[in-house]
């Protein structure tokens, strides 16, 4: 079955892995998936052509037969659903790895991502550099937690999970604020999500292809 | 099995059924599963007890065995798995149903909440009055392509799934604001999913706990 998944023609941070077909590639790469990529323009990924697939008009996208997906969680539970590699198969252990995608994406990306609003939706705006801190400190509150949940471990619970892949690939956004390193344990938890032969490969696809080098995959 | 969950002692929002326990409640009634509350008061909820199940100290959890849970959508995903009657049984579909939870947690519910920084965290602030058009034209960005993707349709996807259950759940939180009137078939929407006796008995059993009422579940 052919996997196509859409990633910007030229993305916005250069190619420094932010943007969230990263992850989907990620995912991909840990199951040995081969897929090929349908890159789209800023002004393509507004068209209705487009918006057919992902009504927010973003990107990724995930097309495998029939089947069209969105959202990058939800494509990542797919992949892991349908492969081996990123679910554990005991049924609670499965059901915790899920609980972790999700706290991911809800309990600590939106956090994260208020600091775009504040540099770029609100860049020019006089209240800019005084929110700046208090975004950081709403982010604090939830690394906090996270950092003493982790610990010392490896991963979140027990082997590298899909939970692992999401959390990783949010915390990753933090590095340029120097944020993470206020918690050396999550920058390392970071690290050794970016040390995977996996991760590297998607990084390196996702990096040529904001270069204008995609190599063939 | 004996299913317990967390919910505020007293709801912050005096029983409008806002708390993410009630989109608990309502998976638990779809399915015909019973369940036991366990109400904490917000000094619990921070103490080591409580992030011992749930780390950054907030409620729902979901106690079920050796299970625990948090995260409101890990556990309607959960709840959805195990029970018939949340997710459809055709592979595709299944996975546009879980799509839609995701989209609704990540792309549609940050937005929404800032609504909450704005008047609470931030209610203080000099720019608060300035900032909130701002945030609500960022939520309409979100609710503008979900309407046109909705159109006449009852549910997002074919027959009520858990999607339309974490959608409606966040889009609920809009009703004061009126925003949810610029987007009748929104409006309509949440208002299909209100309607459901599911939800219906899990927002009587909320308002009985947020005035002090619990009535036996």
């Known amino acids: 079955m052919t996997i196509t998944i859409t990633a910007f023609e030229r993305s916005p941070d250069g190619g420094k892995g932010l943007a969230r077909d990263t992850r989907v ?20 990924m507004k068209e209705a052509a487009h918006r057919c697939l992902n009504p ?10 029939d089947l069209c997906l969105f959202e990058s969680g939800a494509i990542v539970f797919h992949i892991a659903e349908r492969c081996a590699g990123l679910l554990p198969a005991e049924a609670n252990a499965r059901s915790r790895a899920i609980m972790w995608m999700f706290a991911a994406l809800n309990s600590v990306e939106p956090a994260i991502l208020e600091i775009v609003v504040v540099k770029f939706a609100e860049g020019d705006k006089p209240w800019a550099s005084e929110r ?18 982790l610990g010392e471990a490896e991963w979140l619970d027990g082997a590298f999970s899909a939970g692992d892949l999401i959390m990783v690939s949010v915390l990753l956004r933090l590095r340029l604020s120097g944020i993470l390193d206020e918690f050396p344990n999550l920058a390392a938890y970071v690290a050794r999500g970016e040390a995977r032969p996996a991760y590297q490969r998607a990084f390196v696809a996702q990096l040529a292809q904001a270069t204008g080098n995609p190599a063939p995959v």
């Open 132 to 149: 700046m801190p208090l975004v950081f400190d709403r982010i604090r509150q939830r690394l906090r937690p996270l950092s003493d949940r």
């Open 56 to 65: 927010f008009g973003q990107i990724p996208t995930y097309e495998e037969g």
């Open 25 to 44: 590639r990620w995912a991909l790469e840990e199951v040995g998936q081969p897929y090929t990529v349908r890159p789209l323009s800023m002004q393509a």
